[in-house]
């Protein structure tokens, strides 16, 4: 039964369902706010990008003996796993040097040193966890060696993590409003915040925490903001963040922050719909490419596939692969590599999957020209050099005299059958947003707070800039979300008379 209350009269309004939007709301009720969570989308499709991820989160830990409080009992793989520790210096000096140093140094080290703890409180909230042995780990030696300091990961991925939240949210009494666009912030004659409007309908409180996402689903922002093409990029997630509530907050004289030009951005699979799938969600992604060669349709390679570990690298090549001819490109395995493939995306139902027994027929059945893909796979191959091969480390065996070269993973590709599949760009979310505190009050361009007015997940920016390390926005939401709900509860009730 909805308490009415909860929405005629809440101390705090949290806009969005996904992630961050939760945890804020899960903080706000522990605290003793009524909290009332209105969301663009219908019920169906609620939950924004954190529906579509893989669950995966970033977070930090001693060794593996730390991680195993975390998870559910029962994972007989666990003695047999191998896993190097990360600490918070470790989560900082990642951000730093994949942004290029564009991350806010507070609000960074405020993520990395909090987040430990926020996942522990999550556990406390109902929220499962896993480690990702099929997607972060080889076996070496009858060991699952993780690699990319990316173990853990949400029971049933992100639609777990939804459904995990919302049921946490229902048993403290939140009140969630599906099917409401929130564009415009309410705000007294002082500039306090008020409330929030969706058309002409007004909802009052106090306090106001966004947590709508950023305007990745919303084509012609992404041609203003991220440059010419991406409109025409396909949308992996969830097709409500059109970056209405975003906006709402600048009119008001919010602070933009971040890499407004920048974006988290995947190997997308070229048949995948233009906007999120809600059955398959992330298994359109394709990530094994690291031990691939990565060609364009005149059969060129465009990139480094072997730069980094996957998880330091893969939010940045869609970028790469947009910038190709017909926003296209093609991952290339041959019966060497082909077991490394990730199951879950190599394997989804419908994917662009060719296979020949030579690399012309290859070039013939995928559209490659033919004659460029012959010469840079013989090209390839004979700048590859002897060593180990190893999936679970950097193994430094590369490429010589190449451009680009190949950095770690560079073996020959000349054992049939060959595989290959097209793949474009996919958006994610986008890097700029708006400018925060540590406690996530929403500043304005003067550097002063709003007051009542909070923000969390992809609607902040700052954080990232150019690239990413995989599993750190379900970081960034939790521990901004957890932080903005504290915020915005102690407000709220300092706000009525007395307290509550």
Not at 47 to 71: D, H, P, Q, S, W
Not at 346 to 366: H, N, T
Not at 426 to 449: K, P, R, Y
């Amino acid at each position: 039964m909805v308490d009415k209350d909860h929405i005629d009269n809440p101390d705090v309004i949290v806009v969005g369902t996904g992630n961050a939007a939760f945890c804020a709301a899960h903080a706000a009720t522990e605290r003793g706010a009524r909290v009332l969570m209105l969301d663009k989308a219908p019920a169906e499709a609620a939950g924004g990008n954190t529906f579509f991820t893989a669950g995966a989160i970033r977070t930090t830990y001693g060794g593996v003996e730390e991680l195993a409080e975390l998870i559910d009992d029962g994972d007989t793989q666990l003695p047999h796993a191998d896993i190097a520790p990360y600490g918070p210096d470790d989560f900082i000096a990642d951000m730093r040097r994949v942004t290029q140093g564009h991350c806010d140094p507070e609000l960074t080290r405020t993520m990395a040193q909090d987040i430990a703890g926020t996942i522990r409180w999550m556990r406390e909230h109902g929220i499962r966890f896993r480690l990702q042995y099929e997607r972060q780990s080889h076996q070496v030696q009858g060991r699952h060696r993780f690699f990319g300091n990316l173990p853990l990961a949400t029971v049933d991925g992100g639609k777990g993590l939804v459904a995990q939240h919302r049921s946490a949210a229902e048993r403290s009494g939140v009140v969630i409003r599906y099917s409401t666009e929130v564009d415009r912030i309410l705000t007294g004659p002082d500039g306090r915040v008020t409330g929030v409007a969706s058309g002409t309908t007004e909802f009052r409180a106090p306090s106001v925490v966004l947590a709508s996402g950023g305007f990745q689903a919303n084509s012609l922002l992404r041609a203003q903001y991220l440059g010419p093409n991406w409109d025409l990029a396909k949308v992996r997630g969830t097709p409500y963040n059109t970056g209405q509530a975003l906006q709402a907050a600048l009119d008001l004289g919010a602070a933009p922050a971040g890499h407004w030009s920048g974006c988290h951005a995947v190997a997308w699979d070229a048949d995948a719909p233009q906007t999120g799938d809600f059955e398959l969600t992330n298994r359109y992604t394709k990530q094994s490419y690291p031990y691939s060669i990565v060609v364009n349709a005149q059969g060129h390679r465009f990139l480094d596939e072997g730069a980094d570990l996957r998880n330091y690298t893969y939010a940045k090549y869609g970028a790469e692969i947009l910038r190709q001819p017909g926003a296209r490109a093609w991952q290339i395995f041959d019966a060497r590599t082909a077991p490394l493939l990730g199951k879950a995306e190599y394997e989804a139902p419908g994917v662009s999957r060719i296979q020949a027994d030579s690399i012309a027929e290859l070039a013939e059945q995928a559209g490659i020209n033919p004659a460029g893909l012959e010469h840079t796979v013989k090209e390839y191959n004979a700048a590859t050099a002897t060593g180990t091969f190893d999936p679970s480390r950097k193994d430094g065996l590369s490429t010589t005299g190449l451009q680009p070269p190949k950095s770690n993973w560079a073996q020959p590709l000349d054992k049939p059958p060959y595989l290959a599949f097209a793949v474009t760009c996919g958006i994610t979310f986008t890097f700029g947003g708006l400018q925060i505190d540590t406690d996530a009050h929403v500043l304005d361009t003067e550097g002063a707070a709003i007051p009542g007015l909070f923000a969390a997940g992809e609607t902040v920016g700052g954080l990232f800039a150019h690239n990413y390390p995989g599993g750190s926005g379900l970081s960034a939401g939790a521990v901004f979300g957890r932080r903005a709900g504290a915020s915005a509860a102690a407000l709220a009730l300092d706000t009525h008379t007395g307290g509550r």
